[in-house]
Every structure is written in structure tokens, then in C-alpha cells.
């Protein structure tokens, strides 16, 4: 089972030839979800090879050019193609008329349906759930409204544990009501928690997109332990008068986030076209977070799946 994602572009607002301006795929269980859309984002599709056609849902961080400029080209593409199935778009209150302005002006009659859905950047929510994932926003602080998204697997069912079937001579109806989360109650009267008697094969894994965004204790808290956080770093800490005015990170911030946060991997990027050398934010990160990763177009990085089948993360999970 599945669950990766792959780096379409990861430039900063002037893209290189090297460098595309931001959007990520992330794969979980083969659906796939599409996380910003900048310019030139359905070229990427087709050269790393991923199904276009299976997006179904785009979530918009804010609306800079280098995030959504994409999508005019991507949705008229999807016309072209015949597209039936409903395309939903998570963004900001103010690119929702510019989306539709730009569908009408360049398109006739459409194949398929945009659904927009605005997001409140200043709340977190939960925006989109299905069977195999949630996803929750982040406020972001950025010169304009922004905000991160945190995707996590969806809870795995309840499975019961073989040992306690004999010795409770559970029935049918017992294990249909403990595999639907109840506890147990015995013929003397002893209550057994639903936490001992089930536990989830797999532990939810999770990824955490931050981009664009000066560094925020407020992420730190709602980022707490993700296996992956994707964390922008525009510039080197050399330049954090810059960053603060333009609403970016350091590369070095970026990895104090990743430390506060307890994160099992940092991934950085939307590095600014002005450094040549990007290893320079690699060698600034690691010195704070070891586990740190440079990420460049057309990379791909999974989280394996994790067994949840001891007591301790039953527990953790219930
Ligand atoms: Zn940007
Ligand atoms: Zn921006």
C-alpha cells in the first residue's frame, strides 16, 4: 500500500531549467492528490509518468503565481481529454472567480465539472476526508493568506485479537460490535476495554506540506510527529532579513521546525533562484535536523508502512 510523493517542482516564484515553480503529487494507495499546481505542472505529470487523469483533487496553498498558475493549463488539458469525473479544487476565496473567469474565457463547453471549495486560512479544519485519507489544514503566515495541508491515511479497521474469541466465547454479534470500536462487558460483570481486545494492522502514516511561510511555532504544533513534513526554505539563514520580508523560511528554520516538531524526515525546497549551489541549504539544515532531505523534480519519497499489531499502538490508536 502505497504511500509517496513526488516532487513536480520545487523552485521559488522564478522557475530555473532545472527547477519547476512548486506543486507535489502524493500517492496514497494509488489516488492520487495534486498539492499546488504551478506553471508547467501537467508537463511534469506526463514526464515522471503519473496517471493525470486519476487527480481528482487539487489543494492550493495561496494564490501566488508560482502555486496555481498551473491549473489554467492542467483543467483545459482535462477537456481536451474528455474528462468526466468532478475535479476538486481547494484554494483561496479570491482565485475562485479568477478560476472561472479563465474556464469560461478559454473553454466552450467543459467535459467535466470544477468544483471549487475555499478554504479559511486562518482555521484549522478538516477538508477532505475519503477511505484513504484526511486532510486537515495548516495556517501558514506568509504575506498573504496561505495555508499548509496535512494528509493522514486513514485508520485501518479493528481487527480482534484470536486469543480473547476462545477465552471470552465471543460471538458473532460480540466481535461484530468490538470490531466496531464498543468494549466488552463479561457474564461477572468485568469490563474489557475495546483498546485490549483490537488493534489496527497498520499505524496511519503522514505527510505535512508547508509552503509558503515564515517559520510558526503554530505549524510546529499542528505538524507534531508527521513521518514526512515537506517545510519551505527560500533562503539561507544569511538572509533571514529577506525571509522575514518576504514572508519565507531559512533553510535553517525550516529544520528548528522539523526538530520542534518531533518529525521522522524533513524535506526542503522552493529554494530561491539566486543560489547556485543548493547544497548549501542541505549542509544548514542538517546542522539542526540530521534527517533533513534536499528534494529536486522528479523525485519520489515513501514512508513504509508501519505494523500496528502490539498492544502499545493499539493503544495509541484507540
Ligand atoms: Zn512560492
Ligand atoms: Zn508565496
Redesign the pocket.
Known amino acids: 500500500m502505497t504511500f509517496s510523493v513526488t516532487i513536480l517542482g520545487s523552485s521559488?516564484?522564478l522557475p530555473t531549467s532545472k527547477r519547476f515553480p512548486?506543486a507535489h503529487v502524493l500517492n496514497v494507495h494509488e489516488r492520487f492528490y495534486l498539492i499546488d499546481c504551478g506553471e508547467g505542472t501537467q508537463i511534469q505529470l506526463r514526464r515522471f509518468k503519473l496517471p493525470m487523469s486519476r487527480i481528482n483533487h487539487v489543494f492550493l496553498t495561496h494564490t501566488?503565481g508560482?502555486?496555481v498558475l498551473g491549473l489554467f493549463g492542467l483543467i483545459s488539458t482535462f477537456n481536451l481529454l474528455g474528462r468526466k469525473t468532478d475535479l476538486h479544487v481547494y484554494g483561496m476565496d479570491d482565485f475562485q472567480e479568477l478560476l472561472f473567469r479563465n474556464i469560461e474565457y478559454f473553454t466552450d463547453t467543459m467535459s467535466f465539472r470544477v468544483v471549487y471549495h475555499p478554504i479559511d486560512p486562518f482555521k484549522v479544519e478538516t477538508i477532505h476526508a475519503d477511505k484513504h485519507v484526511q486532510v486537515t489544514t495548516v495556517p501558514l503566515r506568509h504575506r498573504v493568506p496561505a495555508v499548509g495541508y496535512k494528509f493522514t491515511e486513514a485508520l485501518q479497521p479493528l481487527n480482534i485479537r484470536k486469543e480473547f474469541i476462545s477465552r471470552l466465547n465471543l460471538t458473532t454479534a460480540d466481535i461484530i460490535r468490538i470490531k466496531a470500536g464498543e468494549d466488552f462487558i463479561t457474564s461477572d460483570g468485568e469490563l474489557i476495554p475495546n483498546s485490549e481486545l483490537t488493534y489496527r494492522a497498520y499505524i496511519p502514516r503522514s505527510y505535512a506540506y508547508c509552503?509558503?511561510t515564515l517559520f510558526s511555532e503554530r505549524v510546529v504544533g499542528l505538524v507534531q510527529n508527521v513521518d514526512l513534513l515537506y517545510h519551505e526554505a527560500t533562503f539561507l539563514h544569511t538572509e533571514l532579513e529577506l525571509a522575514r520580508q518576504t514572508g519565507h523560511s531559512t533553510a535553517r528554520q525550516a529544520a528548528t521546525a522539523a526538530s520542534k516538531a518531533g518529525v521522522k524526515k524533513l524535506l526542503i525546497g522552493?529554494f530561491s533562484s539566486r543560489y547556485k549551489d543548493e547544497t548549501q541549504f542541505l549542509t544548514e539544515a542538517r546542522e539542526f535536523f540530521p534527517e533533513t532531505y534536499l528534494v529536486n523534480d522528479g523525485q519520489t519519497f515513501s514512508v513504509e508502512q508501519k505494523k500496528g499489531d502490539d498492544a502499545s499502538n493499539s493503544a495509541i490508536l484507540s
Open positions: 521559488s516564484a512548486s501566488h508560482d502555486h509552503s509558503d522552493h
